[in-house]
Nanobody, 121 residues
């Protein structure tokens, strides 16, 4: 079992950069593919980025491709989401999740509590 805690959210201006971290407990972290999702008010939770257990393969939603970068450090049990050129439409609660490779919420069994990002124009 894996427990996940996100950090790094906050209020930023359009064009700013921000890095989210997701710290995992448990020695099995390195066995899981990891995903980042977000949920804006009144909308469904949507895929943002994913990274395989080894870090060798990544995937991004079209809306963030070229602006967001997902990475992981298995020695630190942490996955990151580096975000640049933030836009107001990036405003949402961001969640990290552990599971198997994919872009669907159904691929992931373990979820963090989420961290709010608000981008002002």
């Amino acid at each position: 079992q894996v427990q996940l805690v996100e950090s790094g959210g906050g209020l930023v201006q359009a064009g700013d950069s921000l890095r989210l971290s997701c710290a995992a407990s448990g020695r099995t972290f390195r066995l899981y593919d990891m995903g980042w999702f977000r949920q804006a008010p009144g909308k469904e939770r949507e895929f943002v980025a994913a990274i395989t257990w080894s870090g060798g393969t990544t995937s991004y939603a079209e809306s963030v491709k070229g602006r967001f970068t997902v990475s992981r450090d298995n020695a630190k049990n942490t996955v990151y989401l580096q975000m640049k050129s933030l836009k107001p439409e990036d405003t949402a609660v961001y969640y990290c999740a552990a599971g198997t490779w994919g872009t669907s919420v159904r691929n992931y069994n373990y979820w963090g509590q989420g961290t709010q990002i608000t981008v002002s124009s």
